[in-house]
């Protein structure tokens, strides 16, 4: 993981690989921003002209570099876009500066060490440059043969230092921000480590057992239910999705607790660690990526290690729904119906409407202990991307004013949702001859169906949210701000921000 620290030292005298400056589009050309006034009085104030002359615009994500002035010990200059300048007495948007921090991090892979000079005028503006900057700085190489070696010729070690000039790092404000974007950055890295494992090391059984490890380090207490186990406890929709598969499924719950806790939240979280889609098996094409179908698991995961490493004064449970979606002789038929952990009984139209199957058991399984909310994270439906599509996640729910406070959480820590609404009249499509509720409804609507799916497991009274993550779980194009290829580690940050806003009172 990449350093991070503050300094108040001035640019020219810091000993780094380069310095990060940004640079904003303004009306009649590039615009430097604040931050980076001894670089620019060093090229005598003509540094905007220079960069002009290299092309650069200030467009978001854009990179310039350039020789650092004489007299500077950083041999660089990269000069990072901050999309348009903001209005007359306004500061730069956080997210703005996060996604900057971000681009700029890549860019100096192989680097050890980066100073950025980027707008700072308080703690939240260095929480936002510390997170975008360990986030976009994020690499994912276990598996490739130079990976780990900076020397290596075909790799780039990550860039190892940051350090934020215009901090204070004596002030409680400014440190807190810094352990809060260390503390968030690590869990979320962590979780597109776990999207990012190839499904052969990671199955229902390991995944467990990497929770049961974190949970011992930050003092959560674990349970994991096994196939025994769940069997006993009559949990039908997640044996019913692992019943084809060689590795048995897992139930596993995180409890974070805090002595001054007032409230209790409960995430639940999408585990599949590969979907082939069962006997309604995928098409070509369609299933090379399924690894990442347990990324609402990480999420949640994630999540929950990060209240505990913060002490958020809020309990928060975490349900991992781990199963393995595999076709095989005894493998859960279309047709086949499935007693679930609440009692009700589903029919399987389609077994590849397996993800709403086991959050049904662990969304009745969180309900029983009567939280103050629960929301669920699960790569559900393609008909969420299709409705939103790869960068913005659906935000559905019971409560509408749960949903926009989760909307509103989201839109804090940049990360795209909307709101979408539960149809009632789509509810009828479920309906089943020969069971309680079937697994499939109206085709069109689909990521609402499956929402109202999973409303039928949640205990009544309850406030409930689901986060539908399909679309931005996993980027298969080019990295883009923070935001790497392959795992991003979505909805962790909303999750984080839901129980901080808990903590402290704010959602009543």
Known sequence: MTALTLSTAAA??????????????GAKGPVVAPGAEAVDKAYD????????????SGAEGEVTKLPAPSGFKAPLVL????????????????EALRKAAGVAARALAGSKKAAFALPLTDAADAAAIGEGALLGAYSFDAYKANGQDPKAKNGKAPLAEVTLLG???????????????VAVSEELNRARDLVNTPPNDLNPESFAAIAQAAAKEHGIKVQVLDEKALAKGGYGGILGVGAGSAAGPRLVKLSYTSSKAKKHLAFVGKGITYDSGGISLKPAGHNETMKCDMSGAAAVFAAVVAAARLGLEVNVTGWLALAENMPSGSATRPGDVLRMYSG??????????????????????????????????????????????NRTF???????SFRTALYEAAGEVGE??????????LRKGMDSPTADI???????????????????????GITWAHLDIAGPAFNEGGPFGYTPKGGTGSGVRTLVRLAELTAAGDLG
């Open 344 to 389: 009700k009984t589903v029919e399987v139209l389609n077994t590849d409407a397996e993800g709403r199957l086991v959050l049904a058991d662990a969304l009745w399984a969180a309900s029983q202990e009567k939280p103050d909310a629960i929301v669920d994270v699960a790569t559900l439906t393609g008909a969420m991307v299709l409705a939103l599509g």
């Open 394 to 400: 659906g935000i559905m729910g019971n409560d509408d």
């Open 45 to 56: 104030g003509r540094l905007a002209g220079v960069l002009e002359t290299l092309g650069a």
């Open 79 to 94: 000069a990072v876009g901050l999309g348009a300048v903001p209005e007359k007495d306004a500061d730069y948007d956080t």
């Open 416 to 425: 795209p949702a909307w709101p979408m609404p539960l149809p009632e009249h």
């Open 438 to 460: 079937a697994n499939m409804g109206e085709r069109m609507g689909g990521g609402l169906v499956a929402g109202l799916f999973l409303r039928e497991f949640v205990g009544e």
């Open 12 to 25: 020219p005298g810091l000993r780094a690989d380069a310095i990060v400056i940004g640079v904003a589009k």
């Open 167 to 181: 901090g204070k790092p004596r002030d409680k404000a400014y440190k807190a921000a810094i352990e809060r974007a």
